[in-house]
């Protein structure tokens, strides 16, 4: 009797260690100092959390209600093959792209390849030979200076004859007004705007500063097509900047809108007019959205898009986290700790190359696939100084889930990304400090 109790006793005790979070993260490699200071650090984010709740909360029924509008049904889930002729499917799910982000139509395509794709084929599609291209936050995306001819590449815009001109953002991150409407000439067809940073450090662009700079340019000349790159944006806000009169949104959806689940592809909302111009540049003049077979990647699709307002909020909480953690020990994080958010990416600043290599060592780690390769920083064709990559994800160069990178140069900021789920999140970041602890970079 005696005995049997000792042994209950002790099997209860062993019970309650194995299911303590503390010792999960044990587990995992997390020692008890780091996992204490993400503990202190955490506990001042409640009010912050909350309102990104909020914020999936409105996008989920937003989502939800463009899908029962649409009427889905499993039959919408059922590949196509060859043309891809009447593919519900397809064209449903466009539907529900252009409901939810409140535009007259939509392109979702696996045919898109990336975002840089999806950007191509709406400037390629909506501009012609003497047009030019503005963009008013300042230089674009890296990989769309080859697309515009920045850069001189074959087959791109300014091979075809079409301009390119670019206003700065000013110092504060604010659109140059003055600047803008002295830029803005008679051929100038399309103005561009990329809400989210990419790799530079100026602030992301809120929706409502977007609508401010769209209004703008319309009242300059009401025929220019304003288009806005929204990679990394969509359901950070309740609103997207085509709810503040962009007539096209476009984005990659290997990031927020394609909720980890879509295995490519991209999209193209807007106005029916200038959407179709892309679906001709896509595919081709005369086909345009008639044709494209879906090929079996709608349900992930559709259920990507219905995970990714709480998916999106996840990587969100991941960044306020990252933010508050480094920014306590001393680095310098953009956005900082408090500021809003409009894009889920967060820049740290170690000011030395081994800060931002064990950083990426740690999110690594942390990964649920690949957590046994070490990154290291290498030459990578297009960039002038080492890179490191930190990604362990389930769709190739998916940068919804977690990531991390950055140019092994001065001021060597590692820029982090992504998470399908905010304790997957909060687990990289806790290994990131966990390296850098291990090397006696950082101190508590
Ligand atoms: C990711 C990104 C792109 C390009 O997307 P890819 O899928 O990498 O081609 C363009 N613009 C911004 C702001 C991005 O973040």
């Not at 989210?196 to 992301?204: A, D, E, I, L």
């Not at 220019?224 to 969509?234: A, K, R, T």
């Not at 649920?368 to 290498?378: H, K, L, M, Q």
Request: aromatic share 10%.
């Amino acid at each position: 009797m005696e005995m049997s109790n000792r042994i209950t006793d002790e099997v209860n005790k062993m019970s309650q260690a194995d299911t303590s979070t503390e010792a999960m993260y044990q587990l995992l490699g997390i020692s008890p100092e780091v996992y204490q200071f993400g503990r202190e650090v955490e506990a001042h984010l409640t009010e912050r959390f909350e309102e990104i709740d909020r914020t999936a909360e409105y996008n989920q029924l937003k989502v939800v209600h463009a899908m029962q509008k649409n009427r889905i049904s499993a039959e919408h889930f059922n590949p196509s093959s060859g043309y891809g002729y009447n593919d519900i499917g397809r064209d449903d799910l466009e539907k529900v792209y252009a409901d939810a982000f409140h535009t007259e139509t939509a392109l979702v395509r696996p045919q898109i390849a990336c975002g840089t794709h999806a950007l191509a084929v709406a400037l390629a599609g909506n501009l012609r030979p003497g047009d030019e291209l503005l963009s008013i936050s300042g230089k674009p995306y890296d990989t769309l200076e080859e697309v515009i001819g920045i850069r001189p590449s074959n087959g791109s815009l300014a091979e075809y004859g079409i301009s390119y001109a670019q206003v700065d953002l000013l110092e504060d991150g604010s659109f140059d007004f003055e600047s803008i409407k002295k830029a803005v000439r008679p051929n100038t067809r399309l103005v561009e705007i990329q809400r989210s940073k990419g790799y530079q450090t100026r602030p992301t662009l809120s929706v409502a500063k977007i609508g401010e700079a769209i209004r703008f340019v319309k009242s300059i000349n009401p025929d220019i097509i304003c288009m806005v790159d929204n990679c990394y944006g969509e359901f950070v806000e309740r609103r997207e900047p085509s709810d503040e009169g962009a007539d096209l949104v476009v984005g990659s959806l290997i990031k927020n809108p394609g909720g980890g689940l879509a295995p490519v592809g991209g999209y193209i909302a807007g106005k029916k007019e200038y959407v179709e111009n892309a679906a001709f540049r896509l595919t081709s003049p005369g086909l345009g959205k008639e044709v494209g077979a879906s090929l079996g990647v709608m349900r992930s699709f559709y259920q990507g898009f219905f995970m990714a307002p709480t998916v999106t909020a996840g990587a969100l909480k991941g960044a306020v986290y990252a933010a508050n953690i480094y920014e306590k020990l001393g680095f310098k994080v953009v956005p900082n700790s408090t500021e809003s958010r409009h894009d889920i990416i967060q820049a740290v600043e170690f000011g030395f190359p081994e800060g931002m290599i064990e950083f990426c060592r740690g999110i690594q780690a942390a990964a649920p696939v690949d957590s046994y390769v070490t990154p290291e920083p290498w030459a990578m064709p297009g960039y002038d100084s080492d890179v490191i990559m930190a990604a362990g994800a389930f769709v190739q160069g998916s940068s919804i889930e977690l990531s991390a990178d950055g140019p092994v140069k001065p001021p060597y900021a590692v820029y982090f990304q992504g998470g399908l789920t905010w304790e997957h999140a909060k687990l990289g970041i806790l290994m990131s400090l966990q390296k850098l602890y291990e090397k006696n970079l950082v101190r508590f």
